[in-house]
């Protein structure tokens, strides 16, 4: 069967939200598989995306999984269905492959929280500071940067530091309260910048949650709001300590397969939920708030992922003195500490 052939492919409306019209059948997902074959192209898929993405890809993990998979992809183009500073991080490890986001609308309002004259700005005021940056930023901002790093080993970067430099770390305030927590630093320094999503699954909602499902384990991501509230209950002897476990959603996967417990309530964008119930279809996993969905994220749609196969669109570029000046801080990320989540 061709694209033209094909009665959904002419259904593609560009709407606000992203692009619509295309259901998620078996015919689209054939379509979808035959069209990346042709461009000799791999599918990437983070955890939070739609089920319906997330199962048609070829790959799905956490960010630092996806970086190391990109990194290391045989084929010439990388399609990433993630948001866009995901997609960028390929650009920059893989300059000479083509790399396209479904839509590049897909933004992040935390790596908006700080900008690359933020960042020159904080630098002037500690010039001798080694400066970490979360994977979620611009490449002009990780241009900037020392090291990179994602939720799954944010702490084994800054415990790589010597302890006597000062550290910059931004732009997440949770994750970086609980890199300071892990590693017992005082000489870090930690831009206030946040997630909206995860900043939305606040401390109440999880000790209600918590308290009303006495068993369950507690999967919490360090960028959420509730991540001190979380430790808050262990340390009160609300939850005993083990049930607590604050995860990269990489580190969820692999914590589904290992619990003895019967029930999760899970602090983080609820697509992660999918591939949970996947890894561990004999728990009962509850989002902890069931309105986390991150709106970028799921602007990765049917259509969108058909439309870029189609076309070729969005393609991602970088400037070559931007990623230049960013590689090296990617690559120090994705050779430190454990795999990353993922296929
Ligand atoms: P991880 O998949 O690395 O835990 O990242 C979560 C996230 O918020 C990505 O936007
Ligand atoms: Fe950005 Fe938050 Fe969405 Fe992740 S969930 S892409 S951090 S806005």
Redesign the pocket.
């Known amino acids: 069967m061709t694209t033209t052939e094909w009665a959904g492919a002419a259904a593609i409306v560009d709407g606000p939200g992203g692009y619509t019209g295309i259901e998620a059948t078996p015919e689209w997902a054939d379509e979808v598989r035959r069209l990346a074959r042709a461009r000799n192209a791999t599918v990437l898929a983070?955890?939070?995306q739609l089920p319906a993405i997330q199962d048609v890809a070829d790959h799905v993990g956490?960010?630092?999984a996806l970086s190391r998979i990109a990194a290391e992809a045989e084929e010439g183009t990388i399609v990433f269905c993630g948001?866009h500073f995901m997609a960028e991080t390929a650009k920059i490890l893989s300059p000479d492959k083509t790399v396209l986001i479904p839509d590049e609308r897909a933004g992040?309002s935390?790596a908006d929280s700080i900008n690359a004259d933020q960042l020159r700005e904080w630098k002037a005021e500690h010039p001798d500071a080694v400066v970490v940056s979360y994977?979620?930023t611009t490449a002009e901002v990780k241009g900037l940067t020392d090291i990179c790093c994602?939720?799954?080993n944010a702490v084994d970067v800054v415990a790589s530091i010597d302890p006597d430099r000062e550290v910059l770390f931004l732009p997440d305030q949770f994750l970086g309260a609980h890199v300071k927590r892990v590693t017992g630093r005082e000489n870090i320094h930690i831009w206030a910048g946040e997630?909206h999503v995860?900043a939305g699954i606040n401390g109440d909602e999880l000790t209600a949650k918590a308290k009303a499902h006495p068993d369950a384990d507690l999967f919490v991501?360090p960028?959420c709001g509730c991540a001190t509230s979380a430790l808050y209950l262990a340390g009160e002897g609300f939850v005993p300590d083990d049930k607590v476990k604050i995860l990269?959603?990489?580190g969820m996967i692999d914590a589904a397969r290992e619990t003895g417990a019967k029930q999760v309530l899970v602090a983080t964008?609820v697509g992660m939920l999918h591939q949970l119930r996947k890894a561990a279809p004999g728990i009962d996993f509850q989002a902890v708030n069931d309105r986390a969905s991150?709106p970028y994220m799921k602007m990765i749609t049917p259509a969108a992922l058909l439309r870029c196969l189609q076309e070729g669109k969005d393609e991602v570029h970088v400037a070559p003195d931007v990623a230049e000046r960013a590689r090296l801080s990617v690559q120090r990320m994705i050779a430190i500490g454990n795999p990353g989540g993922g296929e």
Do not use: A, K, R
Request: net charge negative; glycine share 4%.
């Open positions: 983070h955890n939070y956490d960010s630092l948001v992040c935390l994977v979620n994602t939720s799954s997630c995860h991501h960028e990269s959603t990489g964008e991150c």
